[in-house]
Structure formats: structure tokens, C-alpha cells
């Protein structure tokens, strides 16, 4: 029969591995300031490479900034690295949407190369991909050609502009799994057709035998 200590020691386990992962989940004021270095000089490449979104970019990096230096005044440590961490949310509420562009438009040009997604027909294939690719260059249009004058403006632009290539990219994901399913189902269906013929053939010769 288990002992009581033997059924606990599962327990025991999570419970542990619970709370060492709620540690390293919680925030300090340090790796709150790492975060912060990190996410102005995000902020200020975007700026950079799109300059005409930096008047936007530079009133809300002022703004947060204001609600971080703040933070950084508070006595109790955990109070701090909170606000700390909540200032870090709220500047990157701008630069992340720049960064989702980035990652979605990276993914698409991988999404457009995948030998499962190319392995579908064009008719499937060929219109999605080139709704994609018209996705990346609309969001590229709108966004050069954009003139937002507040933090406000500026998220909200990014926001439709990415939204759409999201979906874009969410499209070839979709057929690219589907075309995973098909050949993963398709070599289950090869390999139960070979065991079979195997088998056959295997009594066959035995049958002759006799």
C-alpha cells in the first residue's frame, strides 16, 4: 500500500514548482529597469525608421517616462517594480504594435516558402499568398504615408494596419495546417496500405508452402 508520504510527494512537487515559477514571473525593480532600457531604444529605432510617426512617439515616450521615474521614487520594492512593470506595459502599448508588424510580416515571407503550404494546389495557394504580400504592402503605405500627431492617433493606426496582416498571416497558417493534416493522413493511409499488402503477401507465401 502507498504511504502517506509517498502520495504527498507529487504534491509536494507541484506546489513547489508552482511557487518557483510565481517567483520568477514577479517583477523587480532591476529587470523592470533592463526592460525599460530595452524598450526605449525599441521605441526610438521605430522612430527612426519611421520618422514621421516620432513627433507620436516622442510625446508618449515623455509621458511614460513621467509614470516610470515615479515608480522609481517609491519606497516599498515590490510597489515599485509593479509600477515599474505597469509603466513598461504602457510604453510598449506603442512600439509593440511596430513590433507585431515586424513578426507577422517575418512569418508571412517563411509562410510563403513552406513546402507543406505549396504543396496545395495553386488555385488554394497562389490568391492567399498574394493577399499576403498585399497586406504587407498596404500596412508599409498607410504607415509612410501617416501623419499622427498623438500617441492616441498613432496607436490606433498601427492597430488596423496590423490587424490586417495578422489575419493575412493567420490565412496561410491555416492552409499550411490544413496541408499538414492531408499529407500526415495520407502517409497513415500509405503505411496502412503497405502493412496490408505485407500481410497479404506474407500468407500468400506461407499458403504455397503447404
Given amino acids: 500500500?502507498?504511504?502517506?508520504?509517498?502520495?504527498?510527494?507529487?504534491?509536494?512537487?507541484a506546489l513547489l514548482l508552482a511557487l518557483t515559477g510565481a517567483?520568477?514571473?514577479?517583477?523587480?525593480?532591476?529587470?523592470?529597469?533592463?526592460?525599460?532600457?530595452?524598450n526605449v531604444q525599441s521605441l526610438k529605432r521605430y522612430a527612426s525608421e519611421y520618422p514621421n510617426f516620432k513627433l507620436a512617439?516622442?510625446?508618449?515616450?515623455?509621458?511614460?517616462?513621467?509614470?516610470?521615474?515615479?515608480?522609481?521614487?517609491?519606497?516599498d520594492e515590490q510597489q515599485k517594480a509593479d509600477a515599474m512593470q505597469a509603466a513598461n506595459a504602457r510604453l510598449k502599448e506603442l512600439a509593440g504594435q511596430f513590433?507585431?508588424?515586424d513578426r507577422e510580416t517575418r512569418a508571412i515571407e517563411r509562410l510563403k516558402r513552406d513546402s507543406d503550404l505549396l504543396s496545395l494546389s495553386a488555385r488554394v495557394a497562389t490568391p492567399a499568398i498574394r493577399r499576403a504580400e498585399e497586406a504587407v504592402r498596404e500596412a508599409d503605405v498607410r504607415l509612410r504615408g501617416a501623419n499622427p500627431q498623438t500617441?492616441?492617433?498613432?496607436?490606433?493606426?498601427?492597430?488596423?494596419?496590423?490587424?490586417?496582416?495578422?489575419?493575412?498571416?493567420?490565412e496561410l497558417r491555416r492552409l499550411r495546417d490544413r496541408a499538414k493534416r492531408e499529407r500526415k493522413k495520407a502517409s497513415s493511409a500509405s503505411e496502412t496500405t503497405?502493412?496490408?499488402t505485407t500481410k497479404t503477401t506474407t500468407k500468400k507465401t506461407v499458403n504455397n508452402l503447404h
Fill in 1 to 13: 500500500m502507498m504511504s502517506l508520504t509517498t502520495r504527498l510527494r507529487p504534491l509536494a512537487l
Fill in 23 to 38: 517567483l520568477a514571473c514577479k517583477a523587480s525593480a532591476e529587470s523592470e529597469a533592463k526592460r525599460w532600457t530595452e
Fill in 57 to 75: 512617439m516622442d510625446a508618449h515616450l515623455a509621458e511614460v517616462t513621467r509614470e516610470f521615474e515615479a515608480a522609481e521614487a517609491l519606497a
Fill in 99 to 101: 513590433t507585431r508588424l
Fill in 151 to 170: 500617441p492616441l492617433e498613432a496607436t490606433a493606426l498601427l492597430k488596423a494596419v496590423v490587424a490586417k496582416v495578422d489575419d493575412a498571416a493567420r
Fill in 194 to 196: 503497405t502493412k496490408t
